[in-house]
């Protein structure tokens, strides 16, 4: 049998609500600041839905060339941003390693909400007034490749989109072609830009975003009186690679992404199932081999939808039985929101920064407990805490479930 290869993080960049880097995002996090506000993107007079976590103060140009700017997307510029800023911090130079052994692998949407005002124009005024860069502007599959176009990365590219799990997806996919040796590197997280009219009237159609106008308690995962989610936008990225290669460049290693662990619901197209999502977070440990009580702090997905909550907390006791009581349970989403296809990257960005320093980002908007949800969810305040191991969720509507375990890197 081969030898395992051990996968680390080696960089880190993030565009999110919180700040226009990781070090901005972090401090957010760990003070316990909400970015949720009233929308500023649109005219929200018809919408019941007010509130959304905007990144605030984002000038593509100061990361990439007006051409390139004029040619992509917000979510490809967030997703460039951010890459850039991960390369940086890896210290990885393209023209001394091996580009095609370089990969790409995304989680994102897309900006499919551009779709509303080109389909204007193509009722108004003809077939041939349609923007000619509409498809690499609005595919999925763009976001990916223009990034790795941008700088230079030639190896495997691919695109994610399994609805909220797909940022966890993603990099466990990425983790899995550097443990396979497809990749000696992998650019790996999301990138989603949700506060649009076209997001915001489909999602608060069906009910899944609050309708408090009230930025404090518009988000609060875990409370008795919450009423669903916010949406975020963002853009949060990790440089993986083996440990070996990483070694061999002389560079700073921020954590070991240890395991990752999928599963399906098969149940319902929007209701969870506890009982498999148990199952996603199982298969994680046992990929990072990792026993239940070695788990520190557990990164929840925690939406603040009621049925998510419930689901969650319900599948962790599970799992962890009585020792789930004693474990810190929190959510990033009470500050920034739901970035969608990108939460996972951005929570996992956060789930770093937990084993690195040692400190455990509060569940902020936390009032009032919940029968149901009776964990500990470290509630408004951070907390100091060593941790080494953390499983961090990802539970997408309609089934698909991926979890990772972050491992404090010790050699």
Not at 243 to 254: F, P
Request: contains cysteine; hydrophobic residues 40%.
């Amino acid at each position: 049998m081969a030898e395992k290869r051990t996968i680390v993080v080696t960089g880190m960049g993030a565009i999110t609500p919180l700040g226009l880097s990781v070090d901005e995002h972090w401090k957010g996090l760990i003070a316990g600041k909400s970015a949720i506000g009233p929308i500023t993107r649109f005219d929200t007079e018809k919408y019941p839905v007010k509130v959304a976590a905007e990144v605030k103060g984002f000038d593509p140009e100061n990361y990439m060339d007006i051409k390139r700017v004029d040619r992509t997307s917000l979510c490809t510029q967030y997703c460039i941003a951010a890459t850039g800023m991960a390369l940086k911090a890896a210290r990885l130079d393209i023209n001394k390693v091996k580009p095609e052994r370089i990969g790409t692998v995304i989680a994102t949407s897309g900006s499919m909400d551009m779709l509303i005002d080109e389909g204007e124009v193509l009722n108004r005024r003809g077939p041939m007034r349609i923007n000619p860069l509409l498809i690499s502007k609005i595919s999925p599959s763009m976001v990916s490749a223009i990034t790795a176009l941008e700088f230079g990365l030639k190896g495997p590219n691919s695109s994610l989109n399994s609805a909220c799990a797909s940022g966890n997806d993603a990099i466990g996919t990425a983790m899995n072609l550097l443990k396979l040796g497809h990749a000696d590197v992998v650019v790996t997280g999301g990138a989603e830009t949700q506060v649009n009219r076209l997001a915001i009237a489909v999602t608060g159609r069906v009910g899944a975003l609050s309708k408090e106008a009230d930025p404090e308690k518009a988000c609060r995962p875990f409370d008795l009186n919450r009423d669903g989610m916010v949406y975020g936008e963002g853009a949060a990225i990790l440089v993986l690679e083996t440990l070996e290669h990483a070694q061999q460049r002389g560079v700073s290693i921020l954590a070991e992404l240890a395991g990752a662990g999928w599963s399906f619901d098969a149940f319902n197209e929007t209701a969870p199932d506890p009982e498999v999502e148990a199952v996603a977070m199982k298969a994680a440990l046992t990929d990072a081999e990792v026993h239940s009580e070695q788990v520190d702090y557990i990164n929840a997905h925690g939406t603040s939808t009621k049925f998510n909550d419930a689901a969650e907390t319900k599948a962790l006791k599970m799992l962890f039985g009585e020792q789930a009581y004693k474990i810190p349970v929190s959510s990033n989403k009470s500050m920034i929101g739901h970035l969608a296809c990108a939460a996972g990257a951005v929570e996992a960005i956060g789930a770093v920064m937990t084993v690195k320093e040692g400190i455990i980002p509060p569940t902020i908007h936390y009032e009032t407990p919940d029968p149901d949800c009776d964990l500990d969810y470290v509630p408004n305040k951070s907390r100091e805490q060593p941790v080494n191991i953390c499983l961090s969720n990802s539970f997408g509507m309609g089934g698909q479930n991926c979890c990772i375990v972050i491992k404090k890197y010790t050699g």
